[in-house]
């Protein structure tokens, strides 16, 4: 036995130092923080979480913090690194979650969420296809949809040619819905206008309208149709020069948050980015963004209601469909104003909520998010300095009513370790961005 | 299984003086390195000191031990690298020294009067009891290095390290040790495939000569172009393949576990009916 001491020992040390550094754990210097409850119901703060780093040691660490705590990124488990990441449609979005389980065959390849619809007879995916070119002008576009009957669980291929008379660059799906037989796709396309590929291009809203007993497509229409990227030099020196003004357009449309779910409605949205450069050679940059609602059901396009026009001075615009609410939400550092509007009706629901950073209880507004008829704000307690990091402490995490603007919880991040200490980790904590769970 | 241990112990017996070579070696480049890094860091400060008169945590971070690694990583990386190089050189040799040492050593060993499968498991698992000593060893050379590095440099400017943090410093050890158990798992499971076919592939030599390294070289190709098809063909690295993760994943797992009951089924196969002196 003693003859086998060297290997004994050796497999023992192996087995014993690598064990040990396991299971010792091996985040290193990753301090635990929670959500700690100053005001109102931590109910209301299940679904939002707040991401950033912590700064201190050597190099900084993602993390992630949530009500039930953080989880650093650093320790992914082998299922999030390999599996999870990869198909994001099947991993982020509960209702495309509940889709593969129920229809995994159906679900399959699929990579577009603003392509599904969903009720308790059909699922359709829809997507617009551009193939090519064999030659410079022989770019072809197909609308595919695949449509699934819940009844006796057949799918129907459908393949339409679409005659697009242009020259078509880019499409994609951006809405689909049913009403009554009749399948509604929206699509944006964007096409060129000149005969080169770097000169004048336009990009509209397209809707198809498809039969879904016969898969024949019954019409087309153009909804909103822009010129983009028109650039203006009134000066010598090109786009730099003295007033010159250059045009950035861009659509975007906002449906229904959870995407598959049925809505009659869609917002449109047109955005005008005006970037010039005055007298004093100071570039300037002018956004101005037109909403209306277009009904499936109807056809008609409502413009609606232009915002007052203090809300155009805010950078930072996001917005959501939620059921025949239509949520604007207006944020920079010092306040952030909620405007609502009813899609049914086109017409605003109350007057413009403004709130400020001070009445939220901090001293400026960090990141904001909407979801769900919930506004997410989250706080800083001191003023930033020019590198952010030595007292850039936003901590206070704001859950707000998007209606009526009250709050409905107010916390705060904290080190979840001995008191002494938290002042030192709190310091090292630099959270960025505040998202929630729309599920 | 006693025979095996007997096999196991002379393996391992006759590399005894190399890995301890290695490890004195792995322990003097890397402690020297830390060592000289925490004086150098010193002088800078002193020299600070004189030239401007002011204390030098004013002007410096306080000095880390994850910070000291990472400066140095190449040096950490050196006997690291060699170590992996000198251990696939000898997966080869650990055959090869037995027909062609002193005494054609793989006829008496041939000879035994056992299975013939205890001498093939026998070499694998020294090989890996040669790779996880040093793995473990390196971890034994982390805290040793931060109590010299905490010895040499000041106290009032230390700032404590994490051994967690100070391995993951060192871009090498994100590889060779990983935060995650399971990716550790991963990666060593990856390298144990690796060396079962490259013992299927020196059998094939042994058995067959000339003609058995071509044997060989196909079989090693085809074990490779195997393991790599799932993640080419089957499109896990973007959104739209016909397959889902955990799908091509249980493929590539089932792969795997072919290449590796293959590769062992064929190796026992070979030392067994094929091989000669």
């Known amino acids: 036995m003693k003859r086998y001491l060297l290997s004994m020992a050796l497999g023992v040390f192996a087995v014993g130092s690598i064990g040990a550094y396991y299971a010792s754990g091996t985040e290193g210097d990753a301090p635990r923080y929670k959500l700690t409850t100053l005001q109102g119901d931590a109910g209301e703060a299940a679904k939002m979480r707040l991401s950033g780093s912590y700064i201190g040691g050597v190099g900084s660490k993602m993390l992630e913090l949530t009500v039930d705590g953080t989880k650093y990124q650093l320790t992914h ?97 951006e809405d689909v819905q049913r009403v009554g037989d009749e399948v509604h796709v929206l699509s944006q396309v964007r096409y060129r206008t000149g005969p080169t590929a770097d000169g004048p291009s336009a990009v509209e809203f397209r809707e198809y309208i498809v039969d879904l ?64 450069v005055n007298e004093e050679n100071r570039e300037e940059i002018k956004q101005t963004r037109r909403f209306a609602v277009f009904s499936y059901r109807t056809g008609k396009l409502t413009p609606l209601p232009e915002p007052s026009p203090g809300l155009s001075a805010y950078s930072n615009i996001q917005s959501e469909l939620n059921g025949e609410l239509f949520t604007i939400l207006y944020s920079d550092r010092g306040s952030l104003a909620i405007a609502r509007y009813n899609v049914a009706t086109g017409t605003q629901e109350q007057s413009e909520l403004v709130l400020t950073a001070e009445q939220l209880g901090g001293q400026s507004i960090y990141n904001v998010s909407v979801a769900q008829n919930r506004v997410y704000v989250l706080l800083t307690a001191g003023t930033l300095n020019k590198t952010r990091i030595s007292d850039g402490r936003q901590l206070v995490a704001v859950v707000l009513d998007a209606g009526s603007g009250e709050q409905l919880y107010k916390g705060e991040a904290a080190y979840d370790g001995p008191a002494e200490k938290a002042d030192e980790f709190r310091k090292n904590l630099w959270l960025t961005n505040v998202n929630a769970d729309r599920s | 299984m006693r025979n095996y241990l007997k096999l196991l112990h002379m393996e391992i017996h006759r590399f005894r003086y190399i890995l301890f070579a290695l490890m004195g070696m792995t322990a003097l480049v890397q402690m ?192 490779a172009l195997l393991m790599v098809y799932p993640m080419l063909a089957l499109g896990l690295d973007y959104s739209t393949g016909y397959f889902y993760t955990e799908e091509a994943y249980a493929i590539q797992m089932a792969i795997d576990a072919l290449i590796v009951v293959s590769s062992v089924w064929l190796g026992l196969y070979l030392l067994k009916k094929k091989v000669s002196v």
């Open chain 1, 77 to 173: 488990s082998f299922y999030e690194k390999y599996l999870k990441d990869n198909r994001y449609l099947t991993s982020r979005y509960e209702d495309m979650k509940a889709l593969k389980r129920e229809h995994r065959d159906f679900m399959r390849a699929r990579n577009n969420v603003d392509s599904f619809y969903k009720d308790s007879e059909w699922l359709i995916y829809a997507d617009v296809m551009l193939y090519g070119p064999r030659g410079v002008y022989d770019w072809r576009t197909e609308l595919k949809m695949d449509v699934l009957e819940e009844a006796t669980g057949r799918v129907n291929k459908i393949r339409i040619a679409l005659n697009v008379a242009k020259q078509v660059s880019w499409l994609r799906v």
């Open chain 2, 32 to 223: 020297c390195a830390i060592a000289f890094n925490a004086m150098g860091e010193i002088n800078e400060r002193n020299v600070y000191f004189e030239q401007t008169g002011r204390a030098p945590e004013e002007f410096f971070a306080a000095m880390s031990y994850t910070r000291a690694v990472q400066e140095t990583q190449f040096w950490f990386a050196v006997p690291v690298g060699l170590s992996i190089a000198v251990l696939v050189i000898y997966a080869f040799l650990i055959w090869y020294r037995d027909w062609f040492g002193r005494s054609t050593f793989a006829y008496r060993l041939l000879s035994l009067p056992s299975e013939r499968r205890n001498i093939y498991f026998a070499k694998l698992t020294a090989i890996l009891t040669f790779v996880f000593v040093l793995i473990g060893f390196q971890l034994l050379l982390m805290p040793i290095g931060r109590a010299i590095f905490a010895m040499i440099a000041p106290a009032h400017q230390l700032q404590p390290s994490y051994i967690a943090d100070a391995i993951f410093a060192n871009q090498a050890f994100k590889i060779l040790l990983p935060r995650s158990f399971a990716e550790f798992f991963v990666n060593y499971g990856l390298g144990v495939i690796s060396l079962l076919v490259l013992f299927a592939s020196i059998l094939l030599e042994r058995s067959y000569r000339w003609l058995g390294i071509v044997y060989g070289l196909a079989y090693a190709g085809f074990c």
């Open chain 1, 213 to 276: 007993r016969t898969g024949e497509l019954l019409r087309e229409a153009v909804l909103v149709s822009e010129e983009l990227a028109v650039s203006d030099s009134a000066g010598t020196g090109g786009a730099l020069a003295a007033q010159s003004v250059t045009n950035e357009i861009s659509l975007s449309s906002i449906s229904s948050e959870v995407r598959s779910q049925p809505s009659e409605y869609v917002v449109l949205a047109t955005s005008k980015n005006q970037q010039s």
